[in-house]
């Protein structure tokens, strides 16, 4: 008695996302799996003419293996996967475990080896051979659990923000891409929020469920100096394990100076990380119709419609601000009327208020237009 | 919450079974048996400070990949696999199923192609006869059905069988293994079975707990083209999701000539493999006390106190009578008084009469001896 819904999220993770041809092979990684959705899967590879190769693992299987694992160990593994690697065209992941928590038994110096040792090893192949990836953040019970939600009605926000129609959101971002690309400077206005920069020639990309599934976000950077003013974030955070609520960053050429929430000492730590900590590497624009309320999973959370977020840390390789940092920290601010509005100026002109886009020829992207599909 | 009888288990097998060492490599494969004995095997493994390397498989999801099989599939998986099962000492297989049927529907064309090719170049060539290995079912609701047996009841038989002292059970064994060795001529004797062979110069090898979880068999093979007569099997069979029944095979010199079942163009094709799949691979010797009945299952039936099996198909390399196949077919036959009885002799010998040996260099192996 399959889900329907999983075999419509396979077909999005196997037909957009995966774009899988005749004759390529396809890894499927899936973590506390449901063999329902690794079915659909290998039938939705197999449709397209793909050839499936499965793992099957759970986050506390694989947490025992880490905590005892050394070099030698971690050096076979990854022989052995990286041979296979070298012959895939593509690489679906699942995250996302019964408890979040259970790799938190897993020493740092163990995860670090495996890091060097395994993950680059493979992220290595993947950016050489072009193999294409997407990874999907699965609604187990602890996920659900995360989100103050019953299983079943995360299971149908989940699916629903997973299975939204990525074709449409993809073309209505290209406009939204494109003006992002001609502005120079952003400015951010709402409740505890006054906040501008410069996103000059800084490149912009689309999120739009190639590479994430929930996916819809465009993203950016500012120039690194050029952030001024004050945001305050409305959606909490969790980080090693601590709920953060009510941030409010105030920056000067760049660098934020000011910092309060419900734990000053804890955050102001965060950021003194390293000097990178303190500067923002991205900025972005949710655009998912079917999220409208923090998950307190930054990979729901960023998608919200109507939402907007910065980044503390680290920025990505495809919109680069020179900013590098160890945390790369997605901090959202949803400026949907219930949430208290906002308005969102790009060289001076009204694009978004109160979550919705105003100008013209972004409307595509609002939640209406693209919930209808 | 992990029953103790999983932990002694995880133990026996690397402790006993494997005698695993310090810096060894074990694949470990599991479907269908939930994480606690896989825990349980990775704990005792970095215990002895060997690496485990788990590959975790479902019935279901199986199926879904074997119906989309091809040769081209089949032979990529092997080449990912046949450098990291080159690079093992050790291997454990765990099978649990929660549905005997569950690859029923598959043409048999695809199963035979995995098994022709990534069977036979993963395990037939490479972990066989290069790793340590031991195989072992998991105590799953289908199984107790399918066994006729209720869950609660199933496990306790399971672990009963598994946990057995196979020390008692490996020295009682040698007097066999001798008389094996000095053997030309074997004769079986039962309804629907009259069949002669020669096991001269093969060899025996004891099946005492190191290569199957529960064990309990002596094994030789015969003299390729040495079989002549009829064996009728009075044990179901299940292959590729289907049950056979009532298989007899009549041979000549060596070859499958005549053969019968509840479905014989099935199992004609079964056999149709490849070249050795018409001749036999393995001949032995049930003694594990605990298994007195079919459990619908290979690997408890072949160990059937009072049973022989007789395997079409591959012959392992420590009982090398020169047969290969892609296959490895154990049919069995009970011969105890409720399931027909029947004589086996050993150069005009009788040897065991109604499941019960009668030489008394052999009677550490009856049962009563045993448990």
Known sequence: MRDPRIDALAKVLVEHSMDVKTGDNILLNLRDYDRDMACALIEAVYHRGGRPFVNLSTARLTSLIHQGMDETMIKAMAEFDARRMERMQGHVSFAGGNNALDMMDVPQEKTNLYRTHHWKVMDEIMRRNGTRWVVVEYPTPGAAQNAGMSTGEFEDFFFSACCVDYQAMSRGMDALADLMERTRRVEIKGPGTDLSFEIGEIPVVKCDGIYNVPDGEVFTAPVRESVNGTVAFNADSVENGFRFSNIRLTFQEGKCVAATCNDDERLNRMLDLDPGARYIGEFSLGVNPAISRPMLSTLFDEKIAGSFHLAMGACYDEAPNGNESAIHWDLVCIQTPEYGGGEIYFDGKLIRRDGIFVEESLCALNPQTLARG | ?371
């Open chain 2, 1 to 371: 919450m992990t029953d103790p009888r999983i932990k002694q288990l995880a133990h026996n097998l690397i402790h006993f079974s494997l005698k695993l060492q310090k810096g060894e490599k074990v694949w470990i494969s599991a479907s269908n048996t939930g994480t606690p004995v896989l825990e349980a095997l990775v704990e005792e493994t970095y215990g002895v400070g060997a690496y485990p390397f788990i590959q975790m498989e479902d019935q279901r999801v199986n199926a879904a990949l074997m119906a989309g099989m091809t040769p081209e599939l089949a032979g990529l998986m092997a080449d990912f696999d046949v450098p990291k099962m080159e690079a093992m000492d050790a291997y454990i297989a765990i099978r649990g199923f929660d549905n005997a049927f569950e690859s029923a529907g598959i043409p048999e064309e695809r199963l035979n192609a995995y098994n022709a090719i990534y069977g036979k170049r993963v395990h037939m060539d490479v972990r066989i006869d290069h790793t340590n290995w031991v195989v072992l079912r998991w105590p799953t609701p289908a199984m107790a059905q399918q066994a006729g047996m209720s869950t609660a009841k199933f496990e306790d038989f399971y672990f009963d069988v598994c946990n057995l002292d196979y020390g008692v059970m490996s020295r009682a064994m040698d007097p066999l293994c001798d008389l094996l060795n000095r053997t030309d001529r074997v004769r079986l004797v039962g309804p629907g079975t009259d069949l002669t062979f020669s096991i001269r110069g093969i060899g025996s090898v004891k099946c005492d707990g190191e290569r199957n979880i529960p064990d309990g068999e002596v094994y030789t093979a015969p003299v390729r083209d040495s079989v002549n007569g009829t064996i009728t099997f009075n044990t179901p069979s299940f292959v590729g999701g289907f049950r056979y029944e009532n298989i007899w095979l009549t041979f000549k010199d060596g070859k499958i000539v005549d053969c019968g079942s509840n479905d014989t163009d099935r199992m004609n094709a079964y056999l149709d493999t490849d070249e050795g799949a018409r001749y036999v691979g393995e001949f032995a010797i049930g003694v594990n006390p605990n298994i007195n009945q079919s459990m619908g299952d290979t690997l408890f039936d072949e160990k059937i106190a009072g049973s022989i099996h007789f395997t079409p198909g591959n012959c392992y390399e420590d009982a090398d009578n020169g047969n290969h196949s892609a296959i490895h077919w154990d049919l069995v036959l009970i011969q105890t008084p409720e399931y027909g009885g029947g004589e086996i002799y050993f150069d005009d010998v009788l040897v065991r009469k109604d499941g019960r040996f009668v030489l008394p260099e052999l009677a550490a192996l009856n049962p009563e001896n045993l448990v």
